[in-house]
DNA sequence: GGGAAGAATTAGACGAGTCTAATGCAAAAG
DNA sequence: CTTTTGCATTAGACTCGTCTAATTCTTCCC
């Protein structure tokens, strides 16, 4: 059996060979842990041991298969918590991260296959990701990207918003801006601060930390495609 | 924050003061969490400096008011699990136990305040055990008693199956054995067995150590009281 | 009251996961 | 090609929960 805490660091690893290039530096780990970088140095050691990643020395680590299986199977069970406190108990979205955080290392498959079964086999969460089922997890919508890369008047719509922390998205869920929301970039402010109009014509300005959780696409993409076709 | 081992401790201690007289001593709490008695000595030495329970040494332990808390909430979190993934999971109520004992030490106040609004309030968990909630558990229903003591031709109602062993509940689950059921004694074998029939008609025997998990009462116990003054 | 039997505690060790402080390697800068 | 700088690793220690082996306390019996 693994324990939760060799869990956590196989998820940020897989977490970070995605955001970055692998091999993913130790320093990086005990960062995203918040643990000190001999603590993270120690443990990937004993990843290794167990042959869940694949380590150069001084080099940093990528995962092997059974790491990047452990590693979608706890973000699958994560996304399915998400979903589930939020479709059956009525938690708001904005606050089932870090129940999700420590329920998905306790869960048994069993509880996994009843979850996804209640809520008839979802594929994306209420953040907008998507749940990975064995397989490798969708390779990310291409056309999606950060807010902050558009331009003033650019029509988009909200993709996901990266589940960080609980009050950023208390107040983005509060200004009405959730997966799926159509929005204009209204204003680009040289001040580090962005402002996006949305369909109920409401104005909302966010601080460019706050728009960098926020990733976007051009609506309706393929449909959008088709017609410029004709 | 109190580990999910120390919670162990604590109810172990609050049932184990419920089945004999305080205090309770240290080999038994050992042989019930199936540790050591030098652990368990250890361990009851952590939970009195925390003031959980009251301690003397070579004697044992009582819990203090604070202790008796925790381990009632450690309870109604177990009971409440139960009886979510048996109604709202569809899990049978002979699998239920495994899964609430880990995941009743990981659930927050906030998840068990929304199971319980969606279960309403329930106060009876599938096993036939009381919900606790804040204040003592109820005193055990004073006519339930182990089927064991009742003699041939006794006409009974199952009030409760302790939840041990997986597997004995679902051979008592399988053959119609539940809280709520009606039963009658048939017969009283002298080598360790109690043969029962069931309003179905049909006999179910039990050996002993399976017959002392089902607590029964004598059936409408108030109203045949009502009926009996008039 | 004096042992003997049985239970509880102390002593000392270990693995997991973490830390701080000291050291070692590697890559960039000159 | 050598030095510097910065990240990675090693060394050593600590807490938690556990163990085995040794010791000490209680109690009960003669």
Do not use: C
């Not at 009050?167 to 009405?176: F, M, R, V």
């Amino acid at each position: 059996m693994l324990s939760a805490k060799m869990e956590d660091y196989l998820k940020a690893i897989y977490r970070l060979e995605r955001e970055g290039e692998p091999p993913v530096a130790t320093s990086t780990i005990a960062e995203t842990l918040d643990v000190t970088p001999p603590t993270a140095t120690s443990m990937v050691e004993k990843l290794e041991d167990r042959e869940l990643v694949e380590r150069e020395k001084y080099k940093g680590v990528t995962l092997t298969p059974e790491g990047e299986t452990v590693a979608l199977e706890v973000i699958r069970h994560h996304r399915l918590l998400e979903t589930f406190l939020t479709e059956e108990l009525g938690y708001d979205w904005s606050e089932v991260h870090e129940e999700a955080e420590i329920l998905e290392h306790h869960i048994s498959e069993e509880f996994e296959r009843r979850v996804a079964a209640a809520l008839d086999e979802p594929t994306v969460d209420p953040h907008g990701d998507p749940i990975p089922n064995d397989e490798l997890e969708p390779i990310d919508d291409h056309s999606a990207s950060a807010l902050a890369d558009h331009g003033e008047g650019a029509r988009l719509e909200v993709a996901r918003v990266r589940d960080r922390d609980s009050d950023e998205l208390t107040y983005l869920d509060e200004a009405g801006i959730t997966p799926g929301t159509d929005l204009v970039v209204e204003e680009v402010a040289p001040i580090g601060m962005v402002t996006v109009r949305l369909d109920s014509g409401e104005s909302v300005a966010l601080p460019d930390h706050i728009a960098d959780a926020i990733q976007v696409r051009t609506p309706d993409d393929s449909v959008a495609d088709e017609v410029s076709k004709v």
